[in-house]
């Protein structure tokens, strides 16, 4: 690791004790305290903010900072620029990946917090560009606007269905039709009747997206896959910025369909099952 002095900023110290403070008194989020304090532990930093395990042979190295890399054009090509400056962590094994992530289980997990810093945790069983395209879109959506925002105005469904644009595990495309397509199908496949189908409206929420079994789990990230696909194909990256930039305005998430109806006109509008099952939204 680069040798680095030992003295503390004084904001740093303060900003410690803090994170110190509330682990003991809300020990569920005593892994920011670990994420936080991660430079001054044994990781290696082969580059800057990004912090590898010393239970990872030097040699992985250089393969995990060109996964990185490729996730990272995948970011740029999404969203036209990446914005978000995560502080990435990346783990040996299950268990230490249990110490910076609130899951244990799964292959990454993304933090912001409501000061700003934000943090993409790796865990080295099951790291692919895929997942740590995942966590990195997360990220942009939270660098973005910010923690409050993407922690109250935007629905769970929305935040992981712009993640999966990104993950290539269910659609192997960045063709926006064909993503459609391929989601819609894999869609259709698994709620063929008697099979449950989710209504947006069930997984707005992060309890409503994850807390179920694997089937309600993979069957959300497909729900929210294929809507997210659908509208991106009528707005495009245009659209997905004009979203982004109203937001942070202080617009409503509903201003989704209100771009939505903007792009339609000029756009060839594909019909979309899953915004049906939502009563309560906009008819096709």
């Given at each position: 690791?680069?040798?680095k002095?030992?003295?503390?900023p004084l904001?740093?110290?303060?900003l410690?004790?803090?994170?110190a403070?509330?682990?003991?008194?809300?020990?569920?989020?005593?892994?920011?305290?670990?994420?936080?304090?991660?430079?001054?532990?044994?990781?290696?930093?082969?580059a800057?903010?990004?912090?590898i395990?010393p239970g990872?042979?030097?040699k992985?190295h250089a393969k995990?900072?060109?996964?990185l890399?490729?996730?990272e054009?995948?970011?740029?090509?999404f969203?036209g620029?990446?914005k978000?400056?995560a502080?990435?962590?990346?783990?040996?094994?299950?268990a230490?990946y249990g110490r910076y992530?609130?899951n244990?289980?799964?292959?990454?997990?993304?933090?912001g917090?409501?000061?700003?810093?934000?943090f993409?945790?790796?865990?080295?069983?099951?790291?692919n560009p895929?997942?740590?395209?995942?966590?990195?879109?997360?990220?942009e959506?939270?660098?973005?606007?910010?923690?409050r925002k993407t922690t109250f105005?935007?629905?769970?469904w929305f935040?992981?269905?712009?993640a999966?644009?990104?993950?290539y595990?269910?659609?192997?495309?960045?063709n926006?039709?064909?993503?459609?397509e391929?989601?819609l199908?894999?869609?259709?496949?698994r709620?063929?009747?008697?099979?449950k189908?989710?209504?947006?409206?069930?997984i707005s929420?992060?309890?409503?997206?994850f807390?179920?079994?694997?089937?309600h789990?993979?069957?959300?990230?497909?729900t929210a896959?294929?809507e997210?696909?659908?509208?991106?194909?009528l707005?495009?990256?245009?659209?997905?910025?004009?979203?982004?930039e109203a937001i942070?305005?202080?617009?409503?998430?509903?201003?989704?369909?209100?771009?939505?109806n903007l792009?339609?006109k000029?756009?060839?509008?594909?019909?979309?099952?899953?915004?049906?099952?939502?009563?309560?939204?906009?008819?096709?």
């Open positions: 690791m680069r040798g002095p030992n003295t503390l904001k740093t110290v303060f410690l004790l803090a994170i403070t509330a682990v003991v008194f809300c020990l569920p989020y005593r892994h920011l305290f670990f994420c936080e304090t991660v430079q001054f532990g044994q990781f290696s930093e082969p800057e903010n990004i912090f395990s990872i042979a030097r992985e995990i900072l060109r996964m890399e490729t996730a054009n995948r970011v740029n090509a969203w620029e990446k978000g400056r502080t990435v962590i990346v783990c040996a094994t299950p230490e992530c609130p244990k289980e799964g292959a990454g997990c993304s933090l917090t409501f000061y700003g810093n934000s993409i945790v790796l865990n080295l069983y099951g790291i895929d997942v740590i395209s995942h966590e990195m879109c997360h990220n959506v939270f660098s973005r606007l910010g923690w105005a935007i629905p769970q935040n992981e269905g712009l999966m644009m990104l993950d595990r269910f659609v192997n495309t960045p926006s039709a064909a993503r459609y391929r989601y199908k894999e869609w259709r496949l709620t063929v009747p008697p099979a189908k989710l209504r947006l409206a069930e929420t992060l309890n409503g997206f807390g179920g079994d694997a089937r789990v993979t069957l959300a990230y497909l896959a294929t997210v696909s659908h509208w991106l194909l707005v495009g990256q245009k659209g997905l910025i004009q979203w982004t942070q305005r202080g617009d409503r998430f509903e201003v989704y369909y209100e771009i939505e792009h339609r000029i756009t060839p509008h594909p019909g979309n099952p899953v915004r049906r099952l939502d009563q309560a939204q906009p008819s096709e």
